[in-house]
């Protein structure tokens, strides 16, 4: 396994995220726990930052207390060739969680379901016959309450600051379909960095929106890089803090920059200890600030 994104998805947990990430490992094939990072002293305590690969998809898992609830405002769309694969997953994902689309035949799949597993988290997972998926997780995005009707724009944005990206298809609302305004996106597939995204519009009521507990990790090897990305994302100065920003759509990044994971990842506590203090005091991190802290200067 050593796939490594670009972008990966973040998850914040209250102290499941070890015990989250056995049994998502369990549940997909093809995956793992790829690393377990234990960082003292933080304003959370002791947390513990957990690297899996689900089905070739990168996601990082954070144990650092109660703060945030996950939602179905951002899902994670599971591609399966079978309807029997989608029986087995739903099975497995829905024990002691909660349905939202109830697992059946829909006019855009034979076999599909919507599910918030028992931590909150939300998968959509589908059969999609013989054809083939390059990816087989997507994040998706809803867009919904004030960010209602903003998916298009969010797209155009993200694609405009990412490299190797592009727009897929787009469906959109008809006549007829409301309270969703005509025009509007009903579904659509976008590329980032390579990687398939998805959004929505929901004009539905819902009692939810994007929040810090579904966060996307941008990984960077230069200070050129981190200061690109927190320039064209961060929108919320208030939201910036430990290298997390918020974009103009509530969406919630982080822009971090590879070097300090692998500080992060050394055997010598007293460095460990001294960058972790110095980046908690970081909004954009400052990867020559950090390296001076790792080194003690």
């Known amino acids: 396994m050593a796939v490594t994104h670009r972008i990966t998805p973040f998850l914040w947990f209250d102290k499941e995220a070890g015990e989250a990430a056995r049994f998502y490992t369990s549940v997909f094939n093809d995956s793992g726990i790829r690393s377990s990072t234990p960082l003292q002293d933080t304003p959370s305590g002791t947390v513990e930052v957990v690297t899996i690969e689900l089905l070739g998809q990168e996601f990082r898992l954070l144990s650092a207390g109660p703060a945030f609830k996950f939602n179905p405002a951002i899902s994670f769309l599971v591609a399966c060739t079978t309807k029997g694969e989608v029986d087995a997953l ?16 829909y006019p855009f799949s034979e076999q599909y379901g919507w599910v918030q597993d028992k931590y909150g988290v939300s ?31 969010a ?28 025009g509007t996106v009903k ?18 009521k819902h009692d939810f929106t994007f929040n810090e507990a ?19 994302l961060s929108a919320d100065p208030a939201a910036e803090q430990c290298g997390w920003l918020k974009d ?50």
Request: glycine share 10%; aromatic share 12%.
């Open 90 to 105: 739903w099975d497995k994902l829905s024990e002691d969680g909660t349905a939202l689309m109830e697992l059946g035949e």
């Open 123 to 153: 998968w959509q997972v589908m059969s999609t016959g013989n054809r083939e998926t390059r990816q087989r997780i997507t994040p998706t995005l809803m867009f919904v309450g004030d960010q209602c009707g903003k998916a298009e724009d």
């Open 155 to 182: 797209i155009t944005h993200y694609t405009s600051v990412f490299d190797n990206s592009g727009i897929g298809g787009i469906f959109r609302y008809g006549q007829g379909e409301e309270p969703d305004k005509e």
């Open 187 to 204: 579904h659509a597939s976008f590329m980032l960095e390579g990687q398939e995204f998805a959004a929505m519009d929901s004009a539905h």
């Open 214 to 232: 579904i966060s996307f990790e941008v990984s960077c090897e230069t200070q050129k890089e981190v200061d690109y990305y927190w320039e064209k």
């Open 248 to 297: 103009k759509y509530g969406l919630s990044w982080q822009v971090v920059p590879i070097v300090l994971a692998e500080m992060l990842q050394d055997k010598n506590a007293k460095k460990v200890g001294r960058v972790t203090e110095a980046f908690l005091k970081m909004k954009k991190f400052d990867i020559e600030g950090l390296k001076r802290a790792f080194e003690g200067q």
